[in-house]
């Protein structure tokens, strides 16, 4: 007789749809529903890095590598950048003598670490039919406590 009972309900529940009853407010649509929320990649140290040497570069330099490696001591830790930029054509050289001269004395922002040192390793510079300048520098970035 209960097993009767039992099938009786869930039937009678199963063909006879009841109206929802909600105990909150509805949710709002989205004001574009055609519109699939994007996946953004969260942006790293070395992201802002770049970022922030493109930007003395006056955005006329090309990365061409960018290797990154733990770095510590007794009292600090971070990471050590080095990193090579090409600037071709008389006005990116142009920026790239700039950025030669600045980069040493510049004050970077970067969330979360201080710039303890940066410096101009290696240049390249050569004059053809297209002017080309390659620079590699090294940054030590220490994490901020």
Known sequence: ML??????????ACHAPRELEFKS????TPARPDRKRRY???RTTSDRLREALSSLARNQ???LTHEEAPWSSITFSGTRHEITL???GAEAVAAGETFIAALPEHEFT????LVADAD?????????AEERLVVT???LLLEEV
């Open 3 to 12: 097993i009767e009972r039992i099938t009786t309900l869930i039937a009678t």
């Open 40 to 42: 953004r990649p969260r």
């Open 86 to 88: 090409a600037f071709e």
């Open 120 to 128: 101009v390793r290696e240049v390249e510079h050569r004059f053809a």
């Open 25 to 28: 407010a509805l949710p709002e």
């Open 137 to 139: 520098c090294v940054l």
């Open 110 to 113: 970067v969330p979360g670490q």
């Open 61 to 63: 330099g090309q990365f």
